[in-house]
């Protein structure tokens, strides 16, 4: 069992930066890929990035390229996302995410992020 414990959501101008954190604990040796995803209202649930927990390769959506940093702590066990130039677009609510080896997903309870214009 894994538990995912996310903070750093909050309100921010377009063109403003946050920093989310997602604190693991459990069995964290069966985690293979963390990431993060984030839902807009009305929309579906969609990959920002993501991070393999061993040798930390990452990948991003499209839409946060250049803007958003994926990175882990491996000593703390925790997984962060730094978002920079923030878009009113960018406003969601962010889930972070642990996937095991063996294909289930552990889902943090989300935090808010809202980017005013």
């Known amino acids: 069992q894994v538990h995912l414990a996310e903070s750093g959501g909050g309100l921010v101008q377009a063109g403003g930066s946050l920093r989310l954190s997602c604190a693991v604990s459990?069995?964290?040796?069966?985690?293979?890929?963390m990431g993060w995803y984030r839902q807009a209202p009305g929309k579906q649930r969609e990959l920002v990035a993501t991070?393999?927990?061993?040798?930390?390769?990452?990948n991003y959506a499209d839409s946060v390229k250049g803007r958003f940093t994926i990175s882990r702590d491996t000593a703390k066990n925790t997984v962060y996302l730094q978002m920079n130039s923030l878009r009113p677009e960018d406003t969601a609510v962010y889930y972070c995410?642990?996937?095991?080896?063996?294909?289930?997903?552990?889902w943090g309870q989300g935090t808010q992020v809202t980017v005013s214009s």
């Open positions: 991070i393999t927990r061993i040798i930390g390769s990452t």
């Open positions: 995410n642990n996937r095991a080896y063996y294909g289930y997903d552990y």
């Open positions: 459990g069995s964290i040796s069966s985690i293979s890929i």
